[in-house]
């Protein structure tokens, strides 16, 4: 099993439509998660940090469930402007390396 | 307040040649992380270094390739040569000191072997 896991997708979203993403973790000892987004040849930027609270950032909206050992990103309203691969990215306890998913390809369309 | 940056942005090479990346941090950030990413595929971790220090080079192939951060100057990615499948994007992020900290990352190299 991947250490990070991520359904590539692509999602193809009307604008307006609200999508979510999963990613999977294997490490139960991970403790910190984060989205980032990617376009097109462009570097990742970090959308937003995961909490065990969740974290709610306008219209995206991220969770963290343990048990199962997930996170969730959230988007409503979608914009055009939202079309990008979005990465999840695990920490996992004690390591100083992020382990990346493969990202998520979301295509919101008009 | 300068992001990280890279240079070359674009560099060509052909099969045998040396290839040098640059990264300059983040002010203020005294922790560098190397990454390749190929062509439909996510980041793959190479190198973390501080200055002067090499924290975690298992992600880098054990022979042609190379990493510094010196106490002055960028850190320096260096793959002697290269082959084709060198050809990829190698992005470089840096982070403040800790476990969880989060990652800048700059513009990214193409490097492109012939």
């Known amino acids: 099993r991947k250490e990070v896991e991520q359904d590539p997708g692509p999602f193809n979203v009307p604008e307006g439509a609200t999508v979510a993403f999963n990613c999977t973790y294997s490490?139960?000892?991970?403790?910190?998660f984060f989205w980032y987004r990617q376009d097109c040849r462009k570097e990742p930027k970090l959308l937003m940090s995961?909490?065990?609270s969740g974290n709610e950032d306008g219209r995206f909206t991220a969770q963290l469930n343990r048990a199962s050992q997930y996170i969730s990103l959230l988007i409503r309203d979608s914009k055009l402007s939202d079309s990008a691969t979005y990465l999840c990215?695990?920490?996992?306890?004690?390591?100083?390396?992020?382990?990346f998913g493969r990202g998520t390809s979301l295509i919101v369309h008009p | 307040n300068a992001g990280v940056m890279q240079n070359p942005r674009h560099l060509v090479r052909r099969r045998g040649q040396e290839a040098r990346l640059r990264c300059s941090p983040m002010?203020?950030?005294?922790?560098v992380y190397w990454y390749r990413q190929l062509p439909e595929e996510g980041l793959k971790f190479m190198v973390y270094?501080?200055?002067?220090?090499?924290?975690?080079e298992s992600g880098m192939p054990k022979e042609r390739f190379s990493a510094e951060f010196p106490k002055e100057g960028p850190s320096i990615l260096r793959i002697q040569q290269v082959v084709r499948g060198d050809s990829a994007a190698y992005f470089c992020?840096?982070?403040?000191?800790?476990?969880?900290?989060?990652?800048?990352f700059g513009p990214g190299t193409r490097l492109t072997v012939l």
């Open positions: 992020a840096s982070s403040q000191p800790g476990l969880a900290n989060e990652q800048f």
């Open positions: 270094l501080q200055k002067e220090n090499i924290i975690d």
């Open positions: 002010k203020g950030h005294s922790h």
């Open positions: 990215v695990v920490n996992s306890g004690g390591s100083y390396i992020p382990t």
């Open positions: 490490n139960s000892a991970s403790q910190s």
């Open positions: 995961v909490y065990s």
